[in-house]
């Protein structure tokens, strides 16, 4: 089966600074890679998501970049602020959709004002 | 814009209750999902259904049991709590097989 890992589990940075997070998947048949953020008390919400057939997508502040050779896609928050401190969870679907998602284990984003 | 409603919100069981969670979407969409999120593991599939009248197995199955008698409802249902399953539950919804999951704000259920 699908295996997703997530690093770092923790970022601090400072407000204004740019902040990374990154993802391998191991099944080659994994095709979308959707990003969640999530708020303290709150339940996910897609931010940002990447199908197999583009290397990079952009949305303000946010990026997304996927390698499909070496299996590793990574999320870019640029000028970070405070309102951008949460968990971040990344996710490999393939056609089987969310019936067969794999999520990571996410990461806490903090931003220090 | 409601979205994705669970209720309850919070919630208290003794070893050995049962418990109906509920959630409802108003999306009309056809896929609807109920997750479990643990420390440290991300979340994990318990069942999911792809329309009105199915349901089937996810990851993390055992101890829990689904129903979609409606196709805006998907009801996960403990038959006998055990504290393993002290948790955070998320339902969600999706159009469409590999597009965005529209999640609840969770219910936290703790057995004790």
């Known amino acids: 089966g699908e295996n997703v890992e997530q690093h770092p589990s923790t970022l601090s940075v400072q407000e204004g600074d740019s902040a990374v997070i990154k993802c391998t998947y191991s099944?080659?048949?994994?095709?979308?890679f959707p990003w969640y953020k999530q708020e303290l008390g709150k339940g996910p919400q897609l931010i940002i998501d990447?199908?197999?057939?583009?290397g990079e997508k952009k949305d303000q502040r946010i990026a997304v970049t996927l390698n499909k050779t070496a299996k590793h896609f990574s999320l870019h928050i640029t000028e970070t602020q405070p309102e951008d401190s949460a968990v971040y969870f990344c996710?490999?679907?393939?056609?089987?959709?969310?019936?067969?998602?794999?999520f990571g284990t996410g990461t806490k984003l903090q931003v220090i004002p | 814009n409601a979205g994705v409603t669970q209720t309850p919100k919070f919630r208290v069981l003794k070893t050995g209750q049962s418990m109906t969670l509920l959630c409802a979407q108003d999306?009309?969409?056809?896929?609807m999902y109920w997750y479990r999120q643990d420390p440290g593991m991300g979340l994990r599939l318990i069942h999911y259904?792809?329309?009105?009248?199915?349901?089937a197995k996810g990851e993390v199955p055992d101890g829990y049991n689904v129903s979609r008698l409606k196709k805006q409802n998907f009801l996960l249902g403990l038959e006998s709590a055990a504290p393993s399953q002290t948790s955070v539950y998320f339902c969600?919804?999706?159009?469409?097989?590999?597009?965005?999951?529209?999640f609840g704000q969770g219910t936290r259920l703790t057995v004790v």
């Open positions: 099944d080659s048949a994994s095709n979308y």
């Open positions: 259904s792809v329309g009105e009248g199915t349901t």
């Open positions: 999306m009309n969409h056809e896929y």
């Open positions: 990447i199908r197999s057939n583009v």
């Open positions: 969600a919804s999706s159009g469409e097989m590999n597009t965005e999951a529209f």
């Open positions: 996710a490999a679907l393939n056609s089987g959709g969310y019936q067969k998602v794999t």
